[in-house]
């Protein structure tokens, strides 16, 4: 994988992480990750099981993660596992921060 170095902020928004090393380093599965980067239909019968994606749409469906796309995922695995918060509350949490810092 080659990071730009004419870019300062490279380190932080180039994939560079698997989806099994994002799932490694934040403690739930690689299928939780995966699920949570890019949403999730189970059965198109029963659309009432549709999950979105936790982080928001992603325009890249690389099998990689930026190192912010990691803490992100890490943030909401301490928020799931040990704080018990109901995923629609992190996705929700989540779009309220971007909203409220004009991040991406």
């Keep these: 994988m080659v990071i730009d170095m004419n870019n300062e ?26 699920r949570w980067l890019r949403g999730y239909i189970p059965d198109r019968r029963f659309p009432e099981w549709t999950s979105p994606p936790v982080f928001g749409p992603k325009e890249s469906t690389t099998p990689y993660v930026s190192f912010l796309e990691l803490i992100e995922i890490v943030v909401a695995a301490e928020f799931r596992t040990e704080g018990h918060v109901r995923l629609d509350v992190v996705r929700q949490a989540h779009a309220n921060a971007r909203s409220e ?3 991406e």
């Design 9 to 34: 902020d490279s380190w932080r928004t180039q994939p560079m992480y698997t989806i099994r090393e994002a799932a490694r380093l934040s403690g739930v599965p690689s299928s939780t990750v995966r």
């Design 101 to 103: 810092y004009e991040l």
